[in-house]
């Protein structure tokens, strides 16, 4: 069972293999292939730092506590009518998604986030509400 922050659910639609460190990337990537090839894995939606925020880098400021990313967790987690400390499937997750998102949420939801600019979040959505699941990561 992975322990997942609100906002995450969003970060790993969109995550293509970039991230802040070598280490946060290869842990991103085991927990979303993990997601993409068991789509079962059970999932707890906890409040603040998760299994993701254990490998940001130390350099500076650890932005996995800022006020306005609780924000950002709380907005995503209503939106998708989900509670701190639920536990389910992910492919779960992937329903609430297809039943409460569509893509241009990103741009009001994910605003101050760096990796918006992108695209790729609104994309996974994208590939979420086709059917396609999780993008394979090269």
Partial sequence: MYK????????????????YSQEYV?????????LRNNPKTLIQLVKGPD???EKYPNSGEY???????????EVILAKMELKIGQ????EDIE??????????DIQVVCETCSWRSYGVCEEGIREILEGKGLREVQ
């Fill in 51 to 53: 299994q993701l925020c």
């Fill in 26 to 34: 290869e842990n991103m990537t085991r927990v979303h292939q993990t």
């Fill in 87 to 90: 536990i389910l499937k992910w």
């Fill in 95 to 104: 329903s609430c998604i297809r039943k409460h998102v569509i893509p241009s």
């Fill in 63 to 73: 932005h996995c506590q800022n006020e306005n990313i609780y924000e950002r967790d």
């Fill in 4 to 19: 997942l922050r609100g906002h995450h659910l969003f970060c790993l639609l969109g995550y293509r293999g970039m991230g």
